[in-house]
């Protein structure tokens, strides 16, 4: 069992809510993004996106595009980005999935991409432009590997299109709350509700809703729908306003403990 | 040789629907209604009617006896697109798109532009069938094209600045495709180039094959045979592609696609991404991209703001990789100097963007016998590059 599925059958178990939080690697440096992980571990975080800066983030909002930018000019690459991992998984088995764009894994090379992915502990990948009409390049390399990879559902997706999608993923579907860009809108619970739903007809996959999400309120008000709850922009955001003093981590993770105290204690109804 | 694309937008090894899945479903709304409109009479005559009545098609295919005999070698035909409403070929391709997004229902468009030639293109469409119309445009080149910028103004567009990135095409396309995902239910993307994801590529090209087609008709009665060899500017690729596909299945007709150099290929200053880039992914299709090691896009330069994309499209790629084409580069100065020559010998002022086919052209005729026959694809007018005339000195040589 991959420890992305086995995260959500513990948290099954459990009865209880994934919090999955997304951050820009190398924002402000790779040496930082390594303490913030670590910081959300240790703060109950239970899957992390480790994002991929790329120089033409077309699926991501402001604050996801400035961090892209700042991590580039800082230096970060792929493959910095995969030795950092290595070094989290000698003190960490926190789930971790790589989320971002196709070019520069194309760049590095797909199945020197999965060999390496897989040697360093990477769980899965999410590459927002990889739909399943092109995905087989690359998945059969990652399958061999042994990495998930995660499928993006939006409220435009059809269920027909879900069905396909269904059956080619693994770990989780990713449910996209809102037709827009990352951290850009507040998505409505009651669509929220009604596509999940349309997803849970077709696959027994855990279902991760994210893009718009930004307040623990928010967080409660929708993980009674859903196993799981995607933040990004505002721990980005976070990490952009605390950059550089010295209790960054604990702020990011002080928030991140919020939100899973707020996705803990529900149930639905209330 | 195989009709391209395949079922699923690809040319061989390129092209493709890379894209976001929330745009997976308007893209296969997109395709489904442009295939059927493509076989629908009523559509085509509608289409024809446009080109030929709005815009002013068919455009003359001009012998340039000056241009030729100046040259001394092979005849010079030039392809007058420059002679189209708004001056440029653009118009063919938003004529049609707004059409079919007129047909699918959809009450408002929008577009990306560089030069601006396409959103005025789009602004013009738009204005003539009753469209909202948004063009989204870099803040660089908001400042480099004003005359265009006012332009989509008084058409009615609102011109929507991109200050990301360097403020130039890539980050007006990047911009444009998160705004559609926001807006796609009753918003058609009207895009510019045979780029973006399948089926655009295809689209936009058959919207351009008009060029070629009449082309292969007035060159047969000027001359009673095809000609040796068709020379074309390529950014994007939809005024190369226009006047090449038609001739895809000539074995006698070369194909030669002329990139931007720029300040030179080995300055790094330049958008010559078949010539000096590697096959990447960016803006829904695979196709040559100028790109560093890691995989991140470079910004392109060159002269001519309408070439100053870093990728190219993916069926360019595709004649590349065969040899169906070839990809030839033209610098900045050449283009000056072409855009000058050409002004002088034939009263014709081209667009820098064609600048750079009508200098290949001037290389490659000395080099043939006065028998061989070349046809240059005069994409658009020159008088949006008067402000760049000024700021190069070049006034002061007049």
Same mark, same amino acid.
């Given at each position: 069992?991959?420890?992305?599925?086995e995260?959500?059958?513990?948290?099954?178990?459990?009865r209880?809510?994934?919090?999955?939080?997304?951050?820009?690697?190398?924002?402000?440096?790779?040496?930082?993004?390594?303490?913030?992980?670590?910081g959300?571990?240790?703060?109950?975080?239970?899957?992390?996106?480790?994002?991929?800066?790329?120089?033409?983030?077309?699926?991501d909002?402001?604050i996801?595009?400035?961090?892209?930018?700042?991590?580039?000019?800082?230096?970060a690459?792929?493959?910095?980005?995969l030795?950092?991992?290595?070094?989290?998984?000698?003190?960490?088995?926190?789930?971790?999935?790589?989320?971002?764009?196709?070019?520069?894994?194309?760049?590095?090379?797909?199945?020197?991409?999965?060999?390496?992915?897989?040697?360093?502990?990477?769980?899965?990948?999410?590459?927002?432009?990889?739909p399943?009409?092109?995905?087989?390049?690359?998945?059969?390399?990652?399958?061999?590997?042994?990495?998930?990879?995660?499928?993006?559902?939006?409220?435009?997706?059809?269920?027909?299109r879900?069905?396909?999608?269904?059956?080619?993923a693994?770990?989780?579907?990713?449910?996209?709350?809102?037709?827009?860009?990352?951290?850009?809108a507040?998505?409505?619970?009651?669509?929220?509700?009604?596509?999940?739903?349309?997803?849970?007809?077709?696959?027994?996959?855990?279902?991760?809703?994210?893009?718009?999400?930004?307040?623990?309120?928010?967080?409660?008000?929708?993980?009674?729908?859903?196993?799981?709850?995607?933040?990004?922009?505002a721990?980005?955001?976070?990490?952009?306003?605390?950059?550089?003093?010295?209790?960054?981590?604990?702020?990011?993770?002080?928030?991140?403990?919020?939100?899973?105290?707020?996705?803990?204690?529900?149930r639905?109804?209330? | 040789?195989?009709?391209?694309?395949?079922?699923?937008?690809?040319?061989?090894?390129?092209?493709?629907?890379?894209?976001a899945?929330?745009?997976? %479903?308007?893209?296969?709304?997109?395709?489904?209604?442009?295939?059927?409109?493509?076989?629908?009479?009523?559509f085509r005559?509608?289409?024809?009617?446009?080109?030929?009545e709005?815009?002013? @098609?068919?455009? %003359?295919?001009?012998?340039?006896?000056?241009?030729?005999?100046?040259?001394?070698?092979?005849?010079?035909?030039?392809?007058?697109?420059?002679?189209?409403?708004?001056?440029?070929?653009?118009?063919?391709?938003?004529?049609?798109? $707004?059409l079919? $997004?007129?047909?699918?229902?959809?009450?408002?468009?929008?577009?990306?532009?560089?030069?601006?030639?396409?959103?005025?293109?789009?602004?013009?469409a738009?204005?003539?069938?009753?469209?909202?119309?948004?063009?989204?445009?870099?803040?660089?080149? *908001?400042?480099?094209?004003?005359?265009?910028?006012?332009?989509?103004?008084?058409?009615?567009?609102?011109?929507? %600045?991109?200050?990301?990135?360097?403020?130039?095409l890539?980050? $007006?396309?990047?911009?444009?495709?998160?705004?559609?995902?926001s807006?796609?239910?009753?918003?058609?993307?009207?895009?510019?180039?045979?780029?973006g994801?399948? %089926?655009?590529?295809?689209?936009?090209?058959?919207?351009?094959t008009?060029?070629?087609?009449?082309?292969?008709?007035? *060159?047969?009665?000027?001359?009673?045979?095809?000609?040796d060899?068709l020379?074309?500017?390529?950014?994007?690729?939809?005024?190369?592609m226009?006047?090449?596909?038609?001739?895809?299945?000539?074995?006698?007709?070369?194909? +030669?696609?002329?990139?931007?150099?720029?300040?030179?290929?080995?300055?790094?200053?330049?958008?010559a991404?078949?010539?000096?880039? @590697?096959?990447?992914?960016?803006?829904?299709?695979?196709t040559?991209?100028l790109?560093?090691?890691?995989?991140?896009?470079?910004?392109?330069?060159?002269?001519?703001?309408?070439?100053?994309?870093?990728?190219?499209?993916?069926?360019h790629?595709?004649?590349?990789?065969?040899?169906?084409?070839?990809y030839?580069?033209?610098?900045?100065?050449?283009?000056?100097?072409?855009?000058?020559?050409?002004?002088r010998?034939?009263?014709?002022?081209?667009?820098?963007?064609?600048?750079?086919? *009508?200098?290949?052209?001037m290389?490659?005729?000395?080099?043939?016998?006065?028998?061989?026959?070349?046809v +240059?694809?005069?994409?658009?007018?020159?008088?949006?590059?008067?402000?760049?005339i000024?700021?190069?000195?070049?006034?002061?040589?007049?």
């Open positions: 069992m991959s420890r992305i599925e995260k959500f059958s513990t948290l099954k178990e459990e209880s809510k994934a919090l999955i939080a997304y951050l820009t690697a190398g924002d402000p440096s790779l040496e930082t993004t390594k303490e913030i992980i670590l959300l571990d240790r703060a109950g975080v239970d899957i992390l996106e480790i994002g991929v800066p790329f120089s033409d983030p077309t699926a909002g402001p996801i595009q400035a961090a892209s930018h700042r991590a580039l000019k800082a230096g690459t792929l493959s910095g980005i030795d950092m991992i290595e070094t989290v998984r000698d003190v960490s088995e926190i789930p971790i999935v790589l989320f971002g764009y196709y070019n520069p894994i194309l760049s590095y090379g797909n199945e020197r991409f999965a060999k390496r992915a897989r040697e360093v502990g990477v769980d899965g990948i999410l590459v927002v432009d990889l399943p009409e092109e995905s087989k390049e690359l998945k059969k390399y990652t399958d061999r590997a042994g990495i998930d990879c995660i499928s993006l559902i939006a409220p435009t997706s059809t269920d027909e879900i069905r396909k999608i269904a059956r080619d693994g770990g989780f579907l990713y449910y996209i709350s809102i037709t827009g860009v990352t951290g850009t507040k998505p409505q619970v009651s669509d929220i509700k009604r596509d999940v739903e349309r997803i849970r007809a077709v696959t027994t996959l855990p279902v991760a809703v994210g893009f718009g999400i930004s307040t623990p309120e928010q967080a409660r008000e929708i993980a009674p729908h859903a196993d799981g709850i995607v933040i990004g922009s721990f980005v955001r976070l990490i952009e306003e605390n950059s550089g003093t010295n209790n960054m981590v604990n702020i990011v993770a002080g928030y991140a403990k919020e939100v899973k105290q707020a996705i803990s204690d529900t639905p109804g209330t | 040789m195989k009709t391209m694309p395949d079922r699923k937008g690809h040319f061989g090894a390129f092209g493709g629907r890379y894209a899945e929330t745009l997976m %479903p308007a893209l296969t709304e997109l395709e489904e209604a442009y295939r059927k409109a493509k076989k629908d009479p009523v005559k509608e289409l024809a009617f446009y080109l030929r709005y815009s002013g @098609r068919e455009t %003359p295919l001009y012998f340039a006896k000056g241009l030729t005999e100046k040259m001394g070698g092979a005849k010079i035909y030039l392809k007058r697109e420059d002679l189209n409403h708004t001056g440029a070929h653009k118009i063919n391709n938003t004529l049609g798109q $707004a079919l $997004a007129r047909r699918m229902g959809k009450t408002k468009v929008m577009a990306e532009t560089g030069a601006g030639q396409h959103g005025v293109a789009t602004a013009t738009a204005a003539l069938f009753g469209m909202e119309c948004q063009v989204f445009m870099g803040e660089e080149d *908001i400042h480099r094209q004003a005359p265009n910028v006012l332009r989509m103004k008084i058409l009615g567009a609102t011109v929507v %600045p991109v200050s990301s990135g360097t403020g130039t890539k980050d $007006a396309m990047n911009e444009a495709m998160r705004r559609w995902v807006q796609v239910k009753d918003t058609f993307y009207i895009i510019g180039s045979t780029a994801p399948h %089926p655009y590529p295809m689209m936009v090209r058959d919207f351009q008009v060029i070629g087609r009449e082309t292969k008709r007035q *060159i047969l009665k000027h001359e009673g045979r095809f000609p060899v020379v074309a500017c390529v950014g994007g690729g939809s005024n190369a226009g006047i090449f596909w038609p001739f895809r299945n000539d074995p006698g007709v070369e194909l +030669v696609g002329v990139e931007a150099a720029g300040f030179g290929i080995a300055t790094g200053k330049h958008a991404s078949i010539s000096a880039g @590697r096959i990447g992914v960016l803006h829904g299709n695979k040559y991209l790109q560093n090691e890691s995989g991140q896009i470079y910004d392109a330069y060159s002269i001519a703001a309408g070439l100053d994309y870093p990728g190219i499209g993916p069926e790629s595709h004649f590349h990789e065969t040899g169906r084409a070839g030839v580069t033209i610098d900045d100065d050449e283009a000056l100097e072409a855009f000058m020559f050409l002004s010998c034939e009263g014709i002022i081209p667009a820098m963007e064609s600048a750079h086919a *009508i200098a290949y052209a290389k490659l005729a000395p080099t043939l016998d006065r028998e061989k026959i070349i +240059v694809n005069l994409s658009g007018r020159g008088d949006k590059d008067l402000g760049i000024e700021e190069r000195g070049e006034g002061g040589r007049l």
